[in-house]
């Protein structure tokens, strides 16, 4: 199961988890920072609605301190004593409004002792007064001066109230003034404290509101709000009206004590989505933030991935170049890192291929290219194989005059254009030289790799040693240099092939009778005047060539009777020569001496190439007939020496 | 342990009133709150059971304004009354009542300018200053020349009444249940008679006013 995707491109790779995790980052600060400013946002309206609702309750004592204040001035007025004195309720009346007018409350009454209103200033409240207002003036009754305050509805509407006895001297009446607590309050409150403010009675049964400055639609809202959220007095919590939040405090407001079913409580209220458009803008600046941040990075990222990629394609093109075998192109990155290690790494290596491939190449000079990579690819060993093998020898002629007159480097300038002349004809057979023995050269067909026709190989290497040769001359003769000859001669055999020598220093040949017969074979060459020779077995396996038979010889250290043959380059001799040669040759080893010199004679005047062979021949008949050979003369030459 | 000399004292009393002769026995009043404590400035009165009190001249008495209080605080006088309010401050008081039994103000004056007030009506009369909130003063009007004030004691005596069935009432200013206190009926004869009343107080403010402690002028000095 792969986690993460898979990439082509390194580049891709690191520009994706690179800007992942930047984008990452980015998110989950994004996150923290909301969070936290939602968190802040709301901490902060907490604490400014529990200062609204510190001021709120402060306006509310202030105005009640107020109202006790205008209060006492009348219970204080001995007019108005003398006017409730009086007994008469319409001064009392006109009293109460006149003082209601001068502090601007909403109600004005007077109750007598035990709770009855007497008079009102406003005609119609005095109706409901008396049971509205009952539980305010025993709450006066019951307090130590005389004086209570509370909130309470009067007719429906909810009032601030302050009763304040009437002192004529002792407490006569109950003065009861009253604060309407309407929309105007709330609005004025909101003014000041930059909250919704919304006054209500949260009874269980029924949520009346007294006031409020929220909109119609929120207003019937929030008495369900407050029944279900389960508020505590002056701790926050969140309210949702429709799509906005909004921070809610409830405080109860003060009503000098009074029982705990009829609390009124004021519910201040702060939009929180308001308080946090400035956290919304920053929102969007770090949204922005993070686009810019992330454009950056891909621009920057781009160049400093490349530094890696750019160099590694590079080295896997120098790379796939040295597999090829050109070690030329060095790898130059100029970086101080690890990349620039990794170049100079690999620049190391090609050179050190390099080197082993010159070692190759020079091994492959030394020993032969295939020797060498037989070498190379086996481990060395140095036992040996039996197999067939032809063996080539070649000798130059006639060097030794060159020799003389050149300087040591001119030699060997001479010597090695003519041996890589010969070189190039017996490796284009695939023939492995096996060694130069000064100008003569020693090669093997057939091992360490066998052709299957090796000896026709061999036979071909020769003749193009032959016309090699002619070019050799050729440069020679423009040199002022005298022309040099050449006698090849080749064996086919089984001989032994094998690594021979000392564990550090190694010749891959072979040995075995079939080498010398080689070797002495070329020497031969001299003898019959022509270029090459090869031996019976050769002729055999090689196929695809005439072949002149020179001679039967025994040669030194051999019993055995060797038949020799010319390979006839081409169609250099015509079909009838070779019967007429060969007739001629049975005849010499029948000791018909005429018949043989007379076609000998005939032969050596129609090929000229081949005047050496029959002067030779010639001469031995002259020679026979003069002292006939011994009986048991089979028609052979020996050669003893070397 | 007082309410035992007082008895003694009491009875040593009455031992001298039986020992200068016969008639003069008294109402010895104990008036005491529902936790047994002596209540001062209760008013005890006494009517004949029988008939109407006698008659008696009309007198005259005296509250006075001094340091800015009315003494005594509570007074009762037979209707018929004249008190005299003398300022001995040396500030102007503005003697006022609103109470129904007796209507009357004495603005602003000083020293004993003012003429003294006619209390003709049987009733409570609750006095205030103008000026001086605290200042109050509770006089009760009575048709009976038989009437006494509870000091610190508690207690009250009628005295030099002759013998018969009496009743007897109690008041305080800030008593509760005015209107249903019922008489006690007493029958003097050559002994005294000893009645207790007990009385439930409103709370103080109702009928009291502290005096503030700033009330009285100081100056203060630097010394040091």
């Given at each position: 199961m792969r986690l993460f995707p898979r990439f082509r491109s390194f580049k891709a790779r690191i520009l994706c988890y690179f800007l992942g995790l930047l984008l990452a980052v980015q998110v989950v600060a994004f996150l923290a920072v909301d969070f936290a400013n939602s968190r802040n946002a709301q901490a902060q309206i907490h604490d400014d609605l529990v200062v609204a609702s510190r001021v709120f309750g402060r306006l509310i004592e202030n105005r009640s301190q107020r109202l006790v204040e205008a209060a006492r001035l009348l219970s204080g007025d001995f007019a108005f004593k003398a006017a409730f004195a009086s007994q008469d309720v319409a001064t009392i009346r006109s009293a109460l409004r006149n003082h209601q007018s001068r502090i601007k409350a909403d109600a004005f009454m007077l109750f007598s002792p035990d709770g009855e209103p007497i008079a009102a200033a406003g005609a119609g409240e005095l109706a409901a007064a008396g049971d509205d207002l009952a539980d305010l003036i025993e709450l006066a009754d019951d307090s130590d001066d005389g004086e209570a305050a509370a909130i309470a509805p009067l007719a429906g509407v909810p009032h601030q109230w302050v009763v304040v006895p009437l002192l004529a001297p002792l407490p006569v009446a109950w003065i009861t003034i009253g604060f309407r607590l309407d929309d105007e309050l709330a609005d004025a409150l909101r003014d000041l404290t930059l909250t919704e403010v919304t006054i209500l009675d949260p009874g269980d049964e029924a949520q009346v509101i007294y006031a409020s400055t929220l909109p119609k639609a929120m207003r019937s809202d929030l008495p369900g709000i407050l029944a279900a959220g389960g508020w505590r007095a002056n701790e926050s919590f969140l309210a949702r009206f429709g799509a906005d939040d909004f921070v809610t405090l409830v405080t109860p407001l003060g009503n000098g004590g009074a029982a705990e079913a009829g609390v009124n409580v004021a519910v201040l209220q702060r939009s929180l989505d308001a308080a946090l458009a400035p956290y919304h803008r920053l929102r969007l600046t770090l949204l922005l933030l993070t686009a810019v941040a992330l454009t950056i990075s891909l621009l920057i990222a781009q160049p400093i991935v490349g530094s890696v990629t750019n160099p590694v394609l590079r080295l896997a093109a120098a790379a796939r170049r040295v597999r090829q075998g050109d070690y030329s192109g060095q790898v130059n990155i100029e970086q101080a890192d690890e990349i620039g290690e990794l170049s100079a790494a690999f620049n190391d290596m090609t050179k050190g291929l390099a080197e082993r491939d010159q070692v190759r190449d020079l091994l492959g000079k030394v020993v032969d290219p295939a020797v060498a990579e037989e070498l190379l690819s086996h481990e060395v060993e140095l036992g040996g194989e039996e197999r067939e093998v032809t063996i080539l020898f070649s000798d130059i002629r006639g060097f030794t005059a060159i020799s003389e007159r050149q300087s040591p480097q001119q030699l060997v300038g001479l010597l090695n254009a003519y041996l890589t002349r010969m070189s190039a004809a017996i490796e284009g057979e695939s023939g492995v030289v096996d060694k130069y023995i000064g100008d003569a050269v020693m090669a093997l067909f057939g091992a360490p790799l066998a052709h299957g026709d090796d000896p026709a190989r061999a036979v071909r290497a020769a003749l193009v040693m032959g016309r090699a040769l002619v070019e050799v001359n050729r440069d020679f003769a423009e040199r002022g240099l005298p022309a040099v000859g050449m006698g090849v001669g080749i064996n086919t055999a089984t001989v032994v092939a094998g690594n021979m020598g000392s564990e550090s220093r190694l010749n891959y040949t072979v040995i075995g009778d079939g080498v010398n017969l080689a070797s002495r074979i070329e020497g031969l060459t001299r003898v019959y005047g022509v270029p090459v020779i090869v031996c019976e077995a050769t002729r055999a396996a090689a196929a695809g060539f005439e072949f002149l038979e020179l001679d039967r010889v025994r040669v030194k250290g051999k019993q055995n009777v060797e038949r020799i043959f010319m390979p006839l380059d081409g169609a250099a001799m015509g079909g009838d020569l070779r019967l007429r040669h060969d007739d001629a040759l049975s005849a010499y080893r029948e000791r018909a001496w005429d018949v043989a010199a007379e076609t000998f004679t005939a032969l050596r005047r129609e090929n000229p190439d081949l005047a050496e062979l029959y002067d030779l021949y010639l001469q031995r008949i002259a020679e026979y007939r003069r002292t006939p050979p011994p009986p048991d003369w089979d028609g052979a030459a020996s050669y003893d020496k070397k | 342990m007082s309410q035992f000399c007082q008895g003694l004292g009491g009875l040593l009393l009455v031992l001298i009133f039986a020992a200068k002769g016969a008639g003069a026995a008294e109402i010895v009043a104990t008036v005491v709150d529902d936790d047994g404590e002596a209540i001062r400035h209760a008013v005890i009165h006494a009517e004949p059971a029988a008939g109407a009190a006698p008659n008696g001249a009309p007198t005259e008495t005296v509250i006075d304004q001094i340091d800015k209080l009315y003494t005594p605080f509570v007074s009762v006088v037979r209707a018929g009354t004249r008190i005299r309010f003398p300022n001995r401050d040396n500030i102007k008081h503005h003697v006022y009542s609103f109470s129904r039994a007796k209507k009357f103000e004495l603005p602003?004056?000083?020293?004993?300018?003012a003429a003294p007030v006619l209390f003709d009506k049987p009733g409570e009369v609750t006095m205030g200053c103008n000026i001086h909130d605290w200042m109050i003063a509770h006089v009760l009007v009575v048709d009976t020349p038989h009437f006494a004030v509870t000091g610190d004691d508690g207690q009250a005596r009628l005295g030099g009444l002759p013998p018969g069935d009496y009743r007897v009432r109690v008041w305080h200013p800030g008593m509760k249940g005015k209107r249903k206190a019922k008489p006690q009926v007493v029958r003097l004869g050559d002994g005294n008679a000893e009645l207790r009343f007990e009385i439930r107080l409103k709370s103080r403010h109702k009928w009291w006013r502290e005096k503030p402690d700033d009330a009285d002028e100081r100056y203060e000095r630097n010394d040091g």
């Open positions: - | 602003l004056y000083a020293g004993r300018a």
